[in-house]
């Protein structure tokens, strides 16, 4: 007997950052195209399908921000390599010094 999965179980257990960056970016697209009443009843009947409206909001906006620190640490990750063949890791070790010695600059952006 096949299992199936109920869409407030997939977003709710299932979604992956990559899967919440995509659909809030298609929920952005979407905001582009329609507005006003159309936006509302959109979103109310996506929400309306989950017990916990803000339980939905929130696995979407956690995913999505997880989705962005893996980024940027991957975006990181490959500067470090570049910087660390190019340059050397004397380099990095400044670097690194710069940015815990520096006030502001881990705060900054």
């Known amino acids: 007997m096949d299992q199936q999965i109920s869409g407030e179980d997939l ?9 919440s960056e995509i659909l ?7 905001d582009q195209l329609i507005s006003g ?3 509302n009843q959109f979103y109310q009947i996506f929400y ?3 017990d916990d409206q803000s339980a939905a909001m929130d696995v979407l906006l956690n995913g ?6 893996q980024e940027y640490y991957d975006f990181l990750d490959e500067f ?5 063949q190019n340059d050397g890791e004397k ?3 400044q670097c690194a010094l710069i940015w815990f010695l520096v ?3 881990r705060d900054s952006g």
């Not at 999505?64 to 620190?69: C, D, R, T, V, Y």
């Open 11 to 19: 977003v709710l257990h299932a979604l992956t950052p990559v899967g």
């Open 48 to 50: 309306g399908m989950f």
């Open 91 to 93: 380099v990095l070790v």
């Open 103 to 105: 006030p502001g600059i």
């Open 37 to 39: 009443e159309d936006q």
């Open 24 to 30: 809030t970016r298609k929920f952005e697209e979407m």
């Open 64 to 69: 999505k921000e997880l989705f962005a620190h």
């Open 80 to 84: 470090m390599k570049v910087v660390k």
